[in-house]
């Protein structure tokens, strides 16, 4: 089969999909956590149909992968991060969202507004998060390393201290894609380390 197929083409075995599918739903089931498809990495819209069987919905880094999750994955979650959303897109973006994450207490202050009246004029309810800095990654990569030195992704305990979390219901924080579990759990040590006294107020 695979000698038909003209070159270059990108061949998906659907089976292998649809078996690595089947255990990130296991966990979900088993852990009641939400496992999101990360744009990003993975747009193959063709597939979005048998991966919103199985995963809680998709991220997006702006607003056309936004609008693409939402097109093609039905009635699934769309959680929206970027470092800094544009004014003329953010009307667009809340339209299509479900979650949306800021880089900054400047981010969040300048949109608050936006979001209270949107979902006052439509009825929509959007969960609001901001990104935090553990100021600890292990990345061999130093231009690669989200928490590096003068790094601008993430507020730390330092600026978070000074926020007004008001309307935030979520913390996010990253790990580098291509680590294992062992480094999300050491990292994920760290940010209940440093911000414990928030995530009482937090949904997630």
Not at 165 to 171: D, R, S
Request: one cysteine or more; proline letters at 3%; hydrophobic letters at 35%.
């Amino acid at each position: 089969y695979f000698n038909q197929v003209s070159t270059p083409s990108y061949v998906i075995d659907e089976r292998l999909l649809k078996a690595n599918l089947e255990k990130l739903h296991g966990v979900m089931k088993e852990t009641g956590c939400s496992i999101l498809l990360a744009q990003k990495s993975f747009s193959h819209y063709g597939s979005y149909p048998l991966i919103s069987k199985y995963l809680s919905g998709t991220t997006a880094s702006g607003l056309f992968e936004a609008k693409l999750g939402k097109e093609y994955m039905g009635e699934k979650e769309v959680h929206i991060y970027s470092p800094a959303y544009k004014e003329e897109d953010f009307a667009e973006i809340m339209q299509v969202s479900d979650h949306i994450v800021f880089n900054s207490p400047t981010q969040w202050e300048k949109f608050k507004g936006m979001v209270a009246d949107f979902s006052k004029k439509t009825q929509k309810k959007m969960s609001c998060g901001i990104r935090v800095n553990p100021e600890y990654a292990k990345v061999e990569t130093e231009c690669y390393n989200p928490c590096g030195l003068y790094s601008r992704l993430g507020v730390t305990k330092k600026v978070i201290d000074t926020m007004d979390l008001t309307g935030i219901e979520g913390l996010h924080f990253h790990t580098m894609c291509e680590q294992n579990s062992d480094v999300l759990a050491e990292t994920l040590q760290v940010v209940e380390e440093k911000f414990s006294h928030v995530l009482p107020q937090m949904k997630w």
